[in-house]
């Protein structure tokens, strides 16, 4: 596990920033994550961790800043950097009428792989994620598991430098998050892969990521390896979800000039915005 930034980040957020309106979702944030390593956005509903993520997959335009990924502008080169990650969102991104096959045949084309190397890299990606055996199985008849390895295999189909899982485990029993788990720490050792994540279990976070960093109201709270964030409470038993409790709370606190009618508003658009 790497628990500092060496050489050149392979995302870089400079002051990236989105409005709605008079509503700041996501507040001048800058945030480096290297190479390799799983690096994790957390923080309470409305945060801005989900819009933070769909600026940096090019899906929502930033209000103002920037960001790079594999040295590509988010504004200045958008097909560039789509070429560059993978994408898996929170909701179902794969076709329940398709086979697993077909799905991932769906992608491979989709991602422009050369047709005499369709056959291999669909069986690679079954292998790896476990669901050779279900290959030809409708994805309707899939566990929420299975479907969750099937969605990140698609998004790895082309071997991208950098894979986005928003809330990867989500609605999954113990069981099949584990085993996502498992896939998501193999994909960093075997690939090299890089992985930004969005989780609201902090178990998750604690598990699987080198540095984590809280948002809240779009704004950066700290950032730094879970250890190091724990360390920072003064409290030897302290938790992940303690430094969540603090750093969020702490905001709250800080928000002193809250009325009914913008917290309102805040929780309107928080519901929008994720």
Partial sequence: MQNAIVGKPILETHDLTRKYGEFVAVDHLNIAVA??????LLGPNGAGKTTAIKMLTTLLPATSGDATIAGFSITHDPSNVRASIGYVPQLISVDGTLTGYENLL??????????VERKTRI?????????????????????????????????????????????????????????VWEHIVELQKTFGTTILLTTHLME??????????????????????????KNSLGD?????????????????DADTRSTYRTIK????MAARIG
Avoid at 106 to 115: E, I, V
Avoid at 240 to 252: C, G, K, M, N, R
Avoid at 265 to 268: A, V
Wanted: proline fraction near 5%; aromatic fraction near 8%.
């Fill in 106 to 115: 769906l992608f491979a084309k989709l991602y422009g792989l050369p047709r």
């Fill in 204 to 229: 998750e976070a604690d598990e699987l990521c080198d540095r984590v960093a809280f948002l809240s109201r779009g704004k950066l709270s700290v950032v730094g390896t879970p250890q190091e964030l």
């Fill in 35 to 40: 190479a390799g390593e799983i690096f994790a």
């Fill in 265 to 268: 508003q805040t929780r309107n």
């Fill in 123 to 179: 069986a690679e990606s079954l292998e790896f994620m476990g669901l050779t055996e279900a290959a030809h199985k409708s994805v309707h008849d899939y566990s929420g598991g299975m479907i969750r390895r099937l969605e990140i295999a698609q998004s790895m189909m082309h071997r991208p430098a950098l894979l986005f899982l928003d809330e990867p485990t989500v609605g999954l029993d113990p069981i099949a998050r584990n085993l």
């Fill in 236 to 252: 030897p038993n302290a938790t992940l979800e303690d430094v969540f409790i603090h750093y969020a709370t702490e905001s709250l």
